[in-house]
């Protein structure tokens, strides 16, 4: 039996952070308050996001996802995108970000799983 391809190892994956969809600030504001509350988390207020804690953005609105996001850290979101694509979740082309070296830093994929969108970013 082949040896089955190992994502999370061969290309250094993991969970950066959770993202939750708010029906709006106001609701964005009150669910960090309930992490503040309840689990001690120092909320950062953004202009799309609030981040209860490094580990979970809350979105104001429109945020990608029936329920959310799950932001995927990669050493190499090039080599990422590119195993992502030939397994069929595909990548919003329209969604990828490059640094100045022309080197993808950031993108969403196709498929939501769960009702969560993924994205890609380098770390």
Known sequence: MAEEYNSVEDLGL????V??????EDDAKRI?????????FIPRFGNSSIF?????????????????????????VDKAAEYFRSTGMGVDEAS????????MKFCY????????AIHLKRY
């Open 19 to 24: 993202g939750i969809n708010a029906d709006g």
């Open 32 to 40: 960090a308050e309930e992490f503040r509350t309840l689990m001690g």
């Open 109 to 116: 994929l196709s498929k939501e799983i769960a009702g969560f």
């Open 96 to 103: 990828v970000k490059y640094d100045d070296d022309g080197k």
């Open 52 to 76: 209860a804690s490094d580990l979970i953005e809350i979105m104001k609105k429109n945020g990608r996802g029936e329920k959310g996001h799950i932001a995927v850290g990669a050493h190499d």
């Open 14 to 17: 993991c969970v950066l952070h």
